[in-house]
Structure formats: C-alpha cells, structure tokens
C-alpha cells in the first residue's frame, strides 16, 4: 500500500487543500502520480471553447449577419469574418443589400 492512498485532505497545507477540494481527492492524488514537480498551464475556459463557439458562428451565420453574430459572441465583425474565412465561409461585402422575397 502507498502512501498516496492513506493520505487524507487533513494531510494537505491550505494551498494543496484547496486545489483537492476543486477537483476531489482521487484526481488530485492522479495528479500527483503523473504530474507532481511539474509547471501545468490549464487553460482560460473561451480558449477550451473557442472551437465550439466558432462552430456555433458557421452555423448561425446566414452570408450576411456578421454584425448580429460579433454581438451575439462579443467579438468584433473582423474576428466573426476571420473565423469564417478559415473555414471558406465568408463572403466579400456586396455593395447591395441581400434580395428580399415577397
């Protein structure tokens, strides 16, 4: 039996307790067999959505609502056209408007 198994969150400091309480003890204790003495870098939770929300955009997007759609995500109309440009989405800007049916 290690010693790993026995150890109990009352066996933690404040900083250690607090990081086993965010992600429950048996993780933290995987934590420590595959990463301890190690720098991790976790990520901002837009940047591990990121490829979700941009595919929500190519969904949503109609040829024409770049505007609704960097409101609607608080991005700028440069960033929806970029995101929409890498997937051939975009469409140059038309001097006129989109027809209308009657």
Do not use: H
């Amino acid at each position: 039996m290690s010693l790993l198994e026995n150890m109990t969150i009352d066996d933690l400091d404040a900083e250690q307790r607090a990081l086993a309480e965010c992600i429950g003890m048996d993780a933290y204790k995987n934590l420590l067999e595959n990463y301890a003495g190690s720098c991790i870098y976790v990520r901002t939770p837009d940047r591990v959505t990121n490829r979700i929300r941009n595919e929500c955009i190519r969904e949503k997007f109609n040829g024409y609502n770049y505007t609704e759609l960097a409101k609607e995500f608080d991005l700028s109309v440069v960033t929806i056209r970029r995101i929409l440009r890498k997937t051939g989405k975009a469409k140059s800007p038309s001097l006129s408007p989109p027809e209308r049916k009657l």
